[in-house]
């Protein structure tokens, strides 16, 4: 093998020459080089001093929009229990599940591969309750943003969330549950599917009943670990407070039954029946019929949503001779063991007022005068009181005033002009058997409360405010006024409770209990008149007399039936409540020196 020639050695030519000989570089182009130099470490330190101080909070916002995942309040809402803490309104968390077909995808797949809309139906089907064939369907029209269900319950979004399925969403929001269905619709209400309230406290107390929501705010590192700065105080507070009722659902679910019990026997319009603690203004029931099913609204006539007890007016008849009576005896025109004597009709101003029966019955004591109903003896009893004095109470009763009530749309009744009911005797004449003016269910007990209580004007209501476990939110005192002197309201109830033992209340005594009351049936007055036919049949009670603690009332507008007064459709539904109560609240029997002497103080 040749040996290679020296000139060609180590892969060069020895004796080939250089292009350029080395010389040292000019003193000035170094100095150039080292200047730009200088300027592009300068530039740097200049960008990075930009950066770091001048755009500092703005690039560090922009790492924090990455970093920090935000979290709006669900706008959930408070619950509402019943004066035992029975639920009535709560928020139930449901779900609504999205499909994004495009990037279906199972557990242990390749990231690239895609799930065709037959794969992921056969493990989803089931769990949704949607058949396969229109699942499959549902998932091929788009490639994303398909909503398939709505109100999944948590159970069930749990074992979708197992499957593990690429592509398929949970919503999660707040779906309003009314547990006793229709039982409380008519003072509570609803909320509508965009969760706006319609109807009753729902709408009323919207506010009180929202919970206290901060937005959550939630710092991740690098590896997606939350991190625990940042965080604003009372964002992890559970707000647990919750609207207690002083409704009593066992009793309102009595009132209820009874009540479309008789409403449906004696074709009726519409019932309310009402049960008042004469002590403070709590309302143990408010039933009224026909009601609806909150949970399911839309099947159901809007005229259903207002609570008619509060809303609509209605001429009490001799359910208000009672409080009449109570006005003559506070102004001393009549006396305790006075009489009257009852002809069967009388004159005034040229009108014929006749009893209900048509019937005189002599002289009467004024409990006589509550246990036959007499109309004479209401307004023989009360022309001794002037015209201007008795319109005078009536407004001081507040007839025409809107009661102060938590319940929603409460209105004021309606009172002849004072002008009006002085200048034409046949005003108060009317008025003393409880027509020609007008008042709504709810101001009727809270009047009849007042003869029970001793005197006091309490404000009815049906919430004890916001509760947390056994504890109550303190509630504003409730003021008292005394309108009528103790003895006049004991006297009345004695007289009431004569209406119970012999006259037309019979059908609500029992055995061991002193209870007065009174019937009452009136007609009803459509535009400026009566019209014939139509009346409004009700009854009031108190008990126990010895000490008055409730009061009860029951209305029903419209019966038909030549049969149909106050103690045949109203009285027996006041008697089933009247037994409940007396169970519910273990009042014990009156004792027998209760039940031979009449009330005292």
Not at 307 to 332: C, H, M, R, Y
Not at 452 to 481: C, E, F, M, W
């Amino acid at each position: 093998m040749p040996v290679p020639s020296k000139r060609y050695l180590r892969g060069y030519d020895v004796n080939r020459q250089r292009l350029a000989p080395l010389k040292l570089a000019p003193s000035n182009r170094l100095r150039l080089v080292f200047l730009i130099l200088c300027l592009g470490i300068l530039g740097l330190v200049g960008r990075m001093a930009w950066l770091q101080v001048l755009q500092a909070s703005e690039l560090e916002a922009r790492a924090r929009s990455f970093q920090i995942h935000r979290t709006k309040p669900l706008g959930t809402r408070r619950s509402i229990v019943d004066r035992n803490g029975r639920l009535v309104a709560l928020d139930e968390e449901r779900f609504r599940v999205w499909a994004h077909p495009r990037y279906f995808n199972f557990p242990g797949d390749d990231r690239g591969l895609v799930r065709t809309p037959l794969e992921v139906s056969k493990k989803l089907s089931d769990l949704i309750s949607i058949p396969m064939r229109e699942l499959v369907e549902t998932l091929s029209k788009k490639s994303s943003g398909i909503k398939l269900l709505e109100g999944v319950n948590s159970e069930t979004a749990n074992a979708i969330l197992k499957l593990g399925i690429s592509g398929l969403d949970l919503e999660p929001y707040p779906q309003r549950i009314y547990p006793q269905d229709n039982l409380f619709a008519n003072v509570v209400g609803f909320l509508n599917q965009d969760r706006i309230p319609q109807a009753g406290l729902e709408q009323s107390l919207n506010k009180k009943l929202l919970r206290h929501e901060l937005p959550r705010k939630v710092r991740r590192s690098a590896d997606g670990t939350p991190l625990p700065n940042d965080v604003e105080p009372g964002v992890f507070v559970g707000d647990n407070l919750r609207l207690q009722l002083t409704l009593d659902a066992r009793l309102q679910e009595l009132a209820l039954k009874e009540l479309k019990k008789q409403v449906l026997k004696w074709d009726a319009k519409k019932g309310v029946a009402i049960v008042m603690d004469v002590t403070n203004g709590e309302l143990l029931a408010l039933a009224s019929t026909p009601t609806y099913d909150p949970n399911q609204y839309w099947d159901y006539h809007p005229a259903l949503f207002r609570e008619w007890s509060v809303q609509d007016l209605f001429e009490p008849g001799s359910t208000f001779k009672p409080i009449n009576l109570a006005l003559a005896l506070q102004e001393n025109v009549i006396q305790r063991d006075g009489t009257v004597f009852d002809g069967g009709a009388i004159s005034i101003g040229g009108w014929k007022i006749q009893n209900h029966d048509k019937r005189g019955h002599g002289k009467i004591d004024f409990a006589q005068v509550l246990e036959v109903s007499s109309n004479v003896g209401m307004v023989k009893a009360m022309n001794q009181l002037s015209p201007s004095l008795y319109w005078t109470w009536l407004k001081k009763l507040g007839i025409d005033t809107k009661p102060t009530t938590d319940l929603p749309g409460a209105v004021a009744g309606h009172l002849k002009t004072k002008e009006e009911f002085v200048s034409r005797p046949i005003e108060p004449a009317t008025a003393s058997y409880g027509q020609g003016f007008s008042l709504t269910p709810l101001k009727l007990i809270q009047l009849h409360a007042l003869l029970a209580n001793g005197g006091y004007l309490v404000n009815p209501h049906i919430t004890r405010g916001l509760t947390i476990g056994d504890s109550l939110y303190p509630k504003s005192p409730q003021s008292r006024k005394q309108l009528l002197k103790l003895e006049v309201t004991q006297t009345v109830l004695f007289w009431m409770e004569s209406v119970v033992n012999k006259g037309s209340g019979q059908a609500v005594k029992t055995p061991g209990y002193r209870i007065g009351g009174k019937t009452g049936t009136a007609q009803k007055a459509v535009g400026n008149g009566y019209k014939p036919g139509l009346k409004i049949c009700s009854f009031v009670a108190s008990l126990p007399i010895g000490d008055p603690r409730y009061a009860v009332l029951v209305v029903v507008d419209e019966p038909k039936g030549q049969n149909a007064y106050g103690s045949t459709v109203a009285a027996p539904v006041a008697k089933e409540i009247i037994d409940a109560l007396l169970v519910l609240e273990k009042i014990p029997p009156s004792n027998d020196k209760q039940m031979l002497q009449p009330a005292r103080g």
